[in-house]
């Protein structure tokens, strides 16, 4: 079975500017997961799809991040513009939500994005 | 919401001893467990989860208790080895319907001294 992937692996951008990440849940997976991870800190969630409908985004700044699910399978998270504490690794997890939920999450290798 | 404290942050052991790593939750609607571990660039890797029908579970040398009532969990793992050393995170969810993100801690550093 093929992981999530995510894309791209690094970025670096100035503050102000605008960058965007790619995750591929694993194929029949309904629900997708963004988190957040800080350095030294454990993830935190911003938005979850459930197909391509959001379920929770209250932990998502609307006011610059936005993140879309088009045909409930590739996701899209996106920043602008960017600011210095949004330096942090930016992981993707997807589930099918079995009732038995004996595996949990998912993750993808994550995006490391760095805020200059 | 959810909030999950976890302790100690950071855990130094002798190899072959044991480790405990402790959490609690402040949300009594939460019923799955699980832990991750996370190597130094990795990503957080599930190494085992416990639901609230079950008070505890092991696998091999790893096993999470939970007590529903005090809303605390623990991760233990004894016979350690050197590639036991990483960060650990608990983290809690309402499975099954609507919104069920994890809640993570803070994690812990477990440090494994040969």
């Known amino acids: 079975e093929a992981g999530v992937a995510q894309s791209p692996r690094y970025k670096i951008i100035e503050k102000r500017q605008s960058v965007a990440f790619w995750c591929n849940p694993i194929?029949?997976?309904?629900?997708l997961y963004w988190y957040q991870q800080i350095l030294g800190q454990g993830p935190k969630l911003l938005i979850q799809?459930?197909?391509?409908?959001?379920?929770?985004d209250s932990q998502l700044p609307k006011d610059r991040f936005s993140a879309e699910r088009l045909k409930g399978v590739d996701s899209t998270l996106k920043i602008q513009p960017a600011k210095l504490e949004d330096s942090a690794v930016y992981l993707c997890?997807?589930?099918?939500?079995?009732?038995?939920?004996?595996?949990?999450?998912?993750f993808g290798s994550g995006t490391r994005l760095t805020v200059v | 919401g959810e909030n999950v404290e976890q302790h100690p942050s950071t855990l130094s052991v002798q190899e072959g001893d044991s480790a405990v790593i402790k959490c609690t939750y402040s949300?009594?609607?939460?019923?799955?467990f699980p832990w991750y571990k996370q190597e130094l660039g990795k990503r957080p890797q599930l190494i085992i989860d416990?639901?609230?029908?079950?008070g505890e579970k092991k696998d091999q040398r790893i096993a999470v208790t939970l007590n529903k009532t005090a809303k605390h969990f623990s991760l233990h793992i004894t016979e350690t080895q050197p590639e036991d050393s990483a960060v650990y995170f608990c983290?809690?969810?309402?499975?099954?319907?609507?919104?069920?993100?994890?809640?993570f801690g803070k994690g812990t550093h477990l440090i494994i001294q040969p």
């Open positions: 799809f459930q197909n391509n409908g959001v379920v929770d």
């Open positions: 949300d009594s609607a939460s019923n799955y």
């Open positions: 194929s029949g997976h309904a629900t």
């Open positions: 416990i639901r609230s029908n079950v």
């Open positions: 997890a997807s589930s099918s939500r079995s009732a038995s939920r004996t595996y949990g999450y998912t």
């Open positions: 983290a809690a969810s309402i499975p099954g319907g609507g919104a069920d993100g994890l809640t």
